[in-house]
């Protein structure tokens, strides 16, 4: 079983940066194409921005394209989502998880299109 644990949360101001990490057990990381979600409080859960299993192709949640990068290292088996510019509104939980289709070329967006998850981390953007 996939295992995925993230890191790099915290607390930004608004205007910040930060980068979060995704680092995945097993040998099949780089056969797959990875999303981060988020959730915020009392909100459903957002995507927020996916890379296929070569890093071919992304894609973005429109509240965060321009600000947000997805990109992977297959040889770390690790998944990053660079985040600038913060806003209060990216304040959630931020979540990475494995796509269910092997070497897919297409992103998914939605949450049943994706079999294992982390814990999350915490990004709190302070006004």
């Known amino acids: 079983q996939v295992q995925l644990v993230e890191s790099g949360g915290g607390l930004v101001l608004a205007g910040g940066s930060l980068t979060l990490s995704c680092i995945t057990s097993?040998?099949?990381?780089?056969?797959?194409?990875m999303g981060w979600f988020r959730q915020a409080p009392g909100k459903g859960q957002e995507f927020v921005a996916a890379?296929?299993?070569?890093?071919?192709?992304?894609y973005y949640a429109d509240s965060v394209k321009g600000r947000f990068t997805v990109s992977r290292d297959n040889t770390k088996n690790t998944v990053y989502l660079q985040m600038n510019s913060l806003k209060p509104e990216d304040t959630a939980v931020y979540y990475c998880?494995?796509?269910?289709?092997?070497?897919?070329?297409?992103?998914?967006?939605?949450?049943?299109?994706?079999?294992?998850w982390g814990q999350g981390t915490q990004v709190t953007v302070s006004s």
């Open positions: 890379i296929t299993w070569n890093a071919g192709s992304t």
């Open positions: 998880a494995k796509d269910r289709n092997y070497r897919t070329i297409y992103l998914n967006i939605r949450a049943e299109d994706y079999d294992s």
């Open positions: 097993g040998r099949t990381f780089s056969s797959y194409a």
